[in-house]
């Protein structure tokens, strides 16, 4: 399947300070990307749509001025968490969407992100 | 919006019998299925897909059912091995073709255990 890589794969900062995560298809084009938050023990909760080239789009209850992404080429984007406090503190999980396979909506994730605010 | 529900959240089974895990979901617009396995740490990984216009597929040791009617869908494992133990997430998106941009809806999960 395809390849998506995500980093860091860990960041410990401090409260107050800005993180930026990266998402990169490594052997296709990603019109589209997905992030998605992960708390322990539980599901992948979608938090915004980022599509090339234009305004990502937020689910509902994302502060898109605390997550801000963009989306600036094919093959990558980027997460930006603003003003970090430890309630931000969660994995973070990108997927880029290859509609090369037939039509597919598959979703090929990255390793995921482990923020942790102190 | 779409609702995906999924049991059961933990199952252990011996190394060599089958596990089945079972999802539902409530929007009959959801057209595509995939199935995720999770291991500690790690993004997920697609493992097998259905769309909506098929009511089996396999590969290999794993397999998808799906009923429409019901609105539900099922992962089997057969001759499970213990590198099968991990976390496995259902998935319902109404977006199989075309345009738009939705994102999956997950279930909840389900641990499996394969004790040897």
């Known amino acids: 399947g395809a390849v998506v890589s995500q980093h860091p794969s860990r960041v410990i900062c401090k409260s107050g300070t800005s993180v930026k995560i990266e998402c990169r298809s490594l052997d296709f084009q990603a019109t589209t990307m997905f992030w998605y938050r992960q708390f322990p023990k539980q599901s992948l909760m979608l938090m915004a749509t980022s599509n090339e080239g234009s305004k990502a789009t937020y689910e509902q209850g994302v502060e898109k001025d605390k997550f801000l992404i963009n989306h600036a080429s094919l093959t990558l984007s980027t997460l930006t968490v603003t003003s970090a406090h430890p309630e931000d503190s969660s994995f973070y999980i990108c997927?880029?969407?290859?509609?090369?396979?037939?039509?597919?909506?598959?979703?090929?994730f990255g390793a995921g992100t482990r923020l942790s605010v102190l | 919006g779409e609702n995906v529900e999924q049991h059961p959240s933990t199952l252990s089974v011996q190394e060599g019998d089958s596990a089945v895990i079972k999802c539902t979901y409530s929007?009959?617009?959801?057209?595509?299925f995939p199935w995720y396995k999770q291991e500690l740490g790690k993004g997920p990984q697609l493992i097998i897909d259905i769309r909506s216009n098929v009511g089996e597929k396999k590969d290999q040791r794993i397999a998808v059912t799906l009923n429409k009617t019901a609105k539900h869908f099922s992962l089997h494992i057969t001759e499970t091995q213990p590198e099968d133990s991990a976390v496995y997430f259902c998935?319902?998106?109404?977006?199989?073709?075309?345009?738009?941009?939705?994102?999956?809806?997950f279930g909840k999960g389900t641990h499996l255990i394969i004790q040897p």
């Open positions: 929007d009959s617009a959801s057209n595509y």
């Open positions: 997927s880029a969407r290859d509609w090369s396979g037939g039509g597919k909506n598959i979703q090929y």
């Open positions: 998935a319902a998106s109404n977006r199989y073709s075309g345009g738009g941009a939705d994102g999956l809806t």
